[in-house]
């Protein structure tokens, strides 16, 4: 019982984790300071965690960790992705936002 209701906290703590960041690269549409190599051990050690999930059947590992990789995922292709298209995605995500007054 203990071990799951830290499995839980674990896994919600790594999920919330990477919300704040993805929702910071849409507001501001800036990406310079985040380290590329960072985002893609990220995206690998998310998909590695997720295939070792499928090939145990762990729910508990693949749902937090596919989460996990979809916004790491979502993080490094903003990084990766020119000025002009991380704008367009990001107007699309949060129109509200006024892109012309924000920078790369």
């Known amino acids: 019982m203990i071990s799951t209701i830290v499995g839980v906290l ?18 501001t549409r800036k990406t310079e ?13 998310f998909s590695l965690w997720t295939t070792y999930g499928i090939q145990r059947g762990i729910w508990a590992v693949i749902i937090p960790n596919s989460i ?20 367009e995605i ?5 129109p509200a936002v006024d892109s012309g007054a924000k920078s790369s």
């Open 10 to 27: 674990a896994a919600t703590c790594s999920v919330v984790s990477f919300a704040p960041q993805a929702w910071k690269v849409i507001r």
């Open 33 to 45: 300071e985040l380290a590329t190599m960072m985002w893609v051990l990220n995206v690998i050690g």
């Open 68 to 87: 996990c990789l979809v916004f790491a995922a979502f993080i490094l292709m903003m990084k990766l992705v020119g000025h002009r298209t991380r704008h």
């Open 90 to 94: 990001a107007d699309k995500l949060d």
